[in-house]
């Protein structure tokens, strides 16, 4: 009897992903959570649609995936510049993971203004890109990029990374490494964190892991980067709790995004709770909001936004620490301010 508890127990402790139990997800599907949550949570019952807009004016969405793209996108970039707009945000930075997409931000952006001028506007966002890395850490590539205009952020190589085959227990497909075998960053690497500093925009460190992770975050300190983790609680590159804190007292940010808190088809098994958890954990003065929406099985990207607002509020984010999350952090990180 004794022998079966233990066993019970044990698969109960069985690790779904990298930190969420079979324990936890009984917990989130039990009849009663939604019940449970409300008695744990009395605050939600005076979060209303709406109370979000005060905190999306001046607010900035550093990470959003938008048409034109190598895949489909639910908005391209006009729409969700006129929705922005339209929420009195300060400002957009479209990613694309291969490519640049300042161009398209700049059209973008002269399509807004013109808007204005119409009167069918009457808010300024400002449009941001930047450029993707997932062919290879390439600074000549990069330092022609930066000439274009509408030019904030650098993001590393995503689904081409070392790091994330390696995460995906599949080493053996390679792919685009940046610290050596001895844990140094490597030179061209090096090279293009250089330049991110000279021309004042901000990295985002891609999809790879904590191997790859520290010594980038100890270089970022040495030459006074600005730089912040992708999604780090979406598992595809997720990271524990401890490896956060370790990489945010070296200055970089954690973003904590509207992936995975809003139940999502990419991501059906999380639990919400973990960023609230690592927002307390970490202090909102080193985490950032974003939404990382544009996917084509999520809700259009302000909306999606507008839902990760309310539930932060919810559960018991404060609204000056959410202000501080999505004006203050981002507009540091791409040196807006």
């Known amino acids: 009897m004794c022998d079966f508890a233990a066993d019970a127990e044990a698969a109960r402790q069985i690790l779904v992903g990298r930190v969420l ?19 744990d949570n009395p605050e939600m019952l005076k979060i209303y649609p709406g109370i979000e807009n005060k905190l999306l004016e001046g607010a900035i969405d550093c990470h959003i995936h938008a048409f034109p793209d190598f895949v489909y996108r639910s908005q391209d970039m006009i729409q969700i510049a006129i929705d922005a707009s339209k929420a009195g945000m300060r400002a957009l930075a479209f990613k694309d993971h291969w490519n640049i997409s300042c161009n398209a931000a700049y059209l ?9 001028e119409k009167g069918e506007l009457t808010h300024r966002v400002e449009i941001y890109g930047g450029s993707g890395t997932c062919f290879g850490m390439n600074p000549d590539a990069i330092r022609v990029a930066l000439q274009y205009p509408n030019f904030k952020m650098i993001w590393f190589p995503t689904f081409t990374s070392l790091g994330f085959w390696r995460g995906a227990g599949q080493p053996e497909k390679g792919g685009v490494r940046l610290v050596s075998e001895s844990g140094e960053v490597l030179p061209e690497v090096a090279e293009i964190m250089k330049m991110a500093a000279a021309k004042k925009v901000g990295i985002g460190f891609g999809h790879t892991d904590f191997k790859e992770l520290l010594p980038l975050a100890k270089k970022a300190k040495e ?10 609680l979406l598992e595809l590159n997720k ?32 639990d919400p709770m973990e960023t609230i ?15 990382d929406f544009g996917q084509v ?3 259009d990207s ?18 000056h620490e959410v202000r501080m999350m999505l004006h203050d952090n981002p507009a540091k990180l791409m040196w807006l301010d």
């Open 108 to 116: 973008a952006q002269r399509h807004i203004d013109y808007l204005i």
């Open 21 to 39: 139990t079979v324990e936890r997800v009984r917990q989130l599907n039990a009849k009663d959570y939604f019940y449970q949550m409300l008695k």
């Open 223 to 232: 030459l006074g980067v600005r730089a912040t983790l992708d999604h780090p």
């Open 302 to 319: 302000i909306d999606g936004m507008r839902v990760f607002i309310r539930a932060l509020l919810a559960f018991g984010i404060k609204e």
């Open 239 to 270: 990271l524990l709790l401890d490896e956060m804190l370790e990489l945010a007292d070296l200055g970089v940010y954690v973003g904590t995004y509207c992936q995975p808190m809003i139940p999502s088809l990419y991501q059906p098994v999380a």
């Open 277 to 291: 958890n690592t927002i307390k954990a970490i202090g909102p003065e080193r985490c950032i909001i974003g939404s």
């Open 297 to 299: 099985l999520h809700m």
